[in-house]
């Protein structure tokens, strides 16, 4: 079976840096993605990797490490909006393309 | 900007109704999604399609159809809606065949059946 492991839930204040962790055992590997969503709203894109390093998108960077089936997404001067739940999602087979997602974390930033 | 389209928003109907979710991409993607997410829970694939008169079902096993007669078109149908099909339903597309792997997302329908 396919497993994708992330914390519940999170707590941060703002101003501060975060990092949420994604660990992954599947059956095949073609990239991750971290996909934000906002309570009763659809998941928005955030980054996605398919090679190992650091992807830095403004406050947003994502982390990869294929051999450790390891991945984090780190949140830096954080705001109320960032509130939110924190999806990883791995496609098995580039054919494909369907993302196997995990269980979002959900991160509660306060004053 | 993605332009992917979900109706209706939410739903609240009866043990036994046939309904049909809409959603409409105007985009051109060729592959479109279905999942299915309950609170606080993962996203589960119920079915996908890479293009016209194409359709596959998904990890989830689930009881709706759906169909692809137009590219920008996926409907799905629950023909006898059950209280366990009470869940948030996500359509998804993006581009194919080798385009970018990201999914565009629609806002999602809330289905409550009583």
């Known amino acids: 079976g396919q497993n994708i492991d992330q914390p519940t839930e999170m707590t941060a204040t703002e101003g501060a840096i975060v990092q949420i962790n994604c660990t992954y055992q599947t059956s095949g590997f073609n990239g991750l993605f971290w996909y934000q969503q906002h309570a009763g709203e659809a998941p928005t894109f955030l980054s996605y990797n398919v090679l190992d390093g650091l992807e830095e998108k403004g406050r947003f960077s994502s982390f990869l490490s294929r051999s450790k089936g390891y991945s984090y997404l780190l949140l830096k001067e954080l705001q109320m909006k960032d509130s939110a739940s924190y999806l990883c999602?791995?496609?098995?087979?580039?054919?494909?393309?369907?993302?196997?997602f995990g269980k979002g974390t959900k991160l509660s930033v306060k004053p | 900007e993605a332009d992917i389209y979900q109706t209706p928003r939410y739903l609240v109907i009866g043990t036994g109704k046939k309904i049909t979710l809409e959603c409409s991409q105007t985009?051109?993607?060729?592959?479109m999604y279905w999942y299915q997410q309950d609170p606080g829970m993962e996203l589960h694939l119920i079915h996908y399609s890479y293009g016209v008169n194409s359709t596959e079902k998904g990890d989830l096993s689930s009881e709706s159809t759906v169909s692809r007669i137009r590219t920008e078109h996926f409907p799905l149908t629950l023909e006898s809606a059950r209280p366990s099909h009470t869940s948030q339903y996500l359509c998804a597309s993006r581009p194919g065949p080798e385009g970018s792997y990201e999914q565009y997302f629609g806002p999602g329908t809330r289905l409550t059946v009583t």
């Open positions: 999602a791995v496609i098995l087979r580039r054919s494909q393309g369907n993302l196997i």
């Open positions: 985009m051109g993607h060729d592959k």
